[in-house]
């Protein structure tokens, strides 16, 4: 009925207001100046979307159930620079959802390891595919849709594939994909009609190093092995290329595979994303905003690693996306004042020792010629603190380094153009050009080794020696560091010897350090919703949970210290839970997600039985 009130309904806001907050006038709004529903002119528009206008609210009522599927905040731009684009309509908050979006193909990655065909799960080789020979888990998964394109392929070709080889990167399985879609072509034309429509970056492909790869590799396959011939090179290429560039990672339970996804594919890269994704347990692709969106402001994905250097990041996006990120972080030197790509300079370090040691000779001459000493502060309570002002404190004179505390730069070697691959860097201090090619060396062997480490699951011990090794190198907060950090956090409380409640309050407080600093770069890097910041918020309401209880306990902090700490504790115990509530259940991040809400329990009873107030 015209005028009935609906729930779910948005609200109406007049046509003046939305007009006033896009700047635009009705001839160059994105709105229609008329009613959808009578087409006399509109006085509102949808509050949903601020797209869509009515002459009255009962028009806006009435037109609901047809508006509904179409109503989101945001719509599609382009440009020259960046092709198609999603831009916000209006004002959208962190958390809202932006598009579920159903996948158009699912495939293995590119580069994989032997996995089923039809479920995905890693495969031993146990079971073959009875019809055309790849590895599947049992014959369940025989018959599934997603296997029957390359099946098909296989069987026609009359040679049965025999995969010999398990557990690592099989060049095989880099045609299934393109098989995949290419079959497409006769069997779903409106599915391959809509991936034809996205970005291949055709002509920038061409002539690359990926291109001859992948010549070899799936077009000869295509064509020698599977004797597809109607499928010419060019258009295969096309497919690799529309693989490239759209395909969005899924993390499964025990792999990962490729999901090529209609709408998703608009977003444009940054490299510090406003939104957050998801896939439900059917695959989709949830997107909801990360942090909140203003109108006109583009909605953004990162396409690459955010937790590595400028120069990383770039390659990555110039050789598998084909463009140059201009983004705020790329063009920024010290990428938004986090440093992590910064090295340290050595000659600002030793002059800045010989100025302090100066100093310090200074001061205890006028001691010794003063009173006493008062001797060395005691306590658990001073140790940790000291512990802890190392890290917040000013750590631009520190010997690790860190977040700028001053206007004054610190000692910070950066690349003087991020841009440029052969960048010349300079200290930001005392303005000194590293001319040769030795940033770039460093940090390569440098990152080697950590990778070596976090591939052989490195310990509490073995971590903290590459900290200390290379720390005289490297801003505390560079990307090498963060991972390792990102690594250690989660060791100090799952190791053996260190588990939680046997972690001495030192430990305690090393763990709440390093999920600072590690939260201190997320929250410029990936902030908002991320998995990422959910994830240290866990830990670090552990490393407060426990120390505030062990302190307590002994007697080494008051109630009101241990008051404070819990506050803390609960304070990111509840970030952390808001957070991980997008997650899906299926996923640790989910469920690490459920346990933060039963742990918000535990800390009120605690909390409560002090009869401490908030
Ligand atoms: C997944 S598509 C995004 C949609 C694409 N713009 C379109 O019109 O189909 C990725 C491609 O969009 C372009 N693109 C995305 N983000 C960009 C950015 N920040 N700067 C330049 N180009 C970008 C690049 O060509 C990239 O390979």
């Known amino acids: 009925m015209p005028g009935e009130s609906r729930g779910d309904v948005p609200a109406a806001v007049p046509l003046q207001i939305a007009l006033q907050a896009s700047g635009a006038s009705l001839t160059n709004s994105h709105t229609p100046a008329a009613c959808a529903e009578c087409k006399k002119p509109s006085t509102i528009v949808c509050g949903g979307c601020w797209?869509?206008?009515?002459?009255?609210?009962?028009?806006?009522?009435?037109?609901?159930?047809?508006?509904?599927?179409?109503?989101?905040?945001?719509?599609?731009?382009?440009?020259?620079?960046?092709?198609?684009?999603?831009?916000?309509?209006?004002?959208?908050?962190?958390?809202?959802?932006?598009?579920?979006?159903?996948?158009?193909?699912?495939?293995?990655?590119?580069?994989?390891?032997?996995?089923?065909?039809?479920?995905?799960?890693?495969?031993?080789?146990?079971?073959?595919?009875?019809?055309?020979?790849?590895?599947?888990?049992?014959?369940?998964?025989?018959?599934?849709?997603?296997?029957?394109?390359?099946?098909?392929?296989?069987?026609?070709?009359?040679?049965?594939?025999?995969?010999?080889?398990?557990?690592?990167?099989?060049s095989m399985y880099e045609c299934i994909t393109p098989v995949r879609i290419l079959a497409l072509r006769d069997d779903a034309p409106s599915v391959w009609n809509k991936l034809m429509t996205l970005e291949s970056n055709s002509d920038m492909r061409d002539g690359t190093e990926v291109a001859a790869i992948t010549q070899q590799t799936v077009v000869d396959i295509i064509h020698d092995r599977l004797r597809l011939e109607q499928f010419d090179t060019e258009i295969i290429e096309k497919v690799l290329g529309i693989i490239d560039t759209n395909g969005f990672e899924i993390r499964l339970p025990d792999s990962s595979i490729l999901g090529v996804y209609a709408t998703a594919s608009m977003l444009e890269h940054d490299c510090v994303t406003n939104t957050h994704r998801t896939f439900d347990a059917d695959l989709n692709l949830v997107v909801r905003a990360a942090i909140p969106i203003k109108r006109g402001d583009h909605l953004t994905s990162c396409y690459t690693d955010p937790l590595t250097t400028t120069a990383t990041r770039q390659e990555h996006l110039r050789s598998s996306k084909y463009f140059i990120c201009r983004c705020k972080r790329c063009v920024d030197p010290t990428e938004l004042k986090t440093y992590v790509s910064a090295l340290i300079c050595a000659d600002c370090v030793k002059k800045q020792a010989e100025e302090e040691s100066k100093k310090k000779s200074a001061a205890q001459g006028k001691q010794a010629g003063g009173r006493a000493s008062r001797g060395k502060p005691g306590g658990v309570m001073s140790r940790i603190n000291q512990i802890q002002s190392t890290s917040k404190g000013d750590q631009s004179s520190s010997k690790e380094g860190g977040a700028e505390s001053s206007e004054e730069p610190g000692p910070w070697i950066v690349p003087q153009d991020p841009l440029s691959p052969s960048s010349n860097w300079k200290c930001l201090s005392c303005g000194y050009p590293t001319t040769d090619d030795y940033p770039d060396r460093i940090t390569e062997v440098v990152a080697e080794e950590a990778e070596e480490l976090e591939a052989s699951s490195a310990t509490v011990a073995q971590c903290e020696a590459f900290l200390e090794k290379w720390n005289h190198l490297f801003h505390q907060d560079h990307a090498i560091f963060i991972n390792i950090k990102y690594a250690l956090l989660h060791l100090y409380g799952s190791e053996d010897g260190y588990e939680l409640d046997d972690l001495s309050p030192i430990h305690l407080a090393r763990k709440e350090e390093l999920c600072r600093q590690v939260l201190k770069i997320a929250d410029v890097l990936v902030p908002g919703i991320s998995r990422l910041r959910g994830s240290v918020l866990y830990?670090?309401?552990?490393?407060?949970?426990?120390?505030?209880?062990?302190?307590?306990?002994v007697g080494a902090a008051t109630s009101e210290q241990a008051r404070r700490i819990a506050m803390d504790a609960m304070t990111a115990l509840k970030e952390c839970a808001r957070i991980l509530s997008y997650e899906p259940e299926v996923q640790p991040e989910g469920q690490l997600g459920l346990e933060a809400k039963d742990e918000i329990k535990k800390l009120q009873q605690w909390i409560k039985e002090e009869g401490w107030k908030f």
């Open 51 to 170: 797209q869509l206008g009515f002459c009255a609210r009962d028009h806006q009522l009435s037109g609901w159930e047809k508006h509904r599927p179409k109503c989101r905040p945001w719509r599609i731009g382009c440009s020259s620079e960046l092709g198609r684009f999603m831009v916000a309509t209006r004002d959208i908050a962190a958390g809202e959802l932006l598009l579920e979006d159903q996948p158009l193909l699912l495939g293995p990655k590119m580069i994989t390891e032997p996995v089923c065909l039809g479920c995905y799960r890693p495969v031993n080789g146990d079971y073959q595919c009875q019809s055309c020979g790849f590895p599947l888990c049992g014959p369940q998964c025989e018959d599934t849709d997603d296997h029957e394109a390359e099946c098909k392929a296989v069987r026609d070709s009359g040679i049965p594939v025999k995969v010999s080889v398990f557990g690592e990167i099989n």
């Open 539 to 553: 830990e670090l309401y552990q490393a407060l949970y426990y120390k505030a209880q062990a302190l307590f306990t």
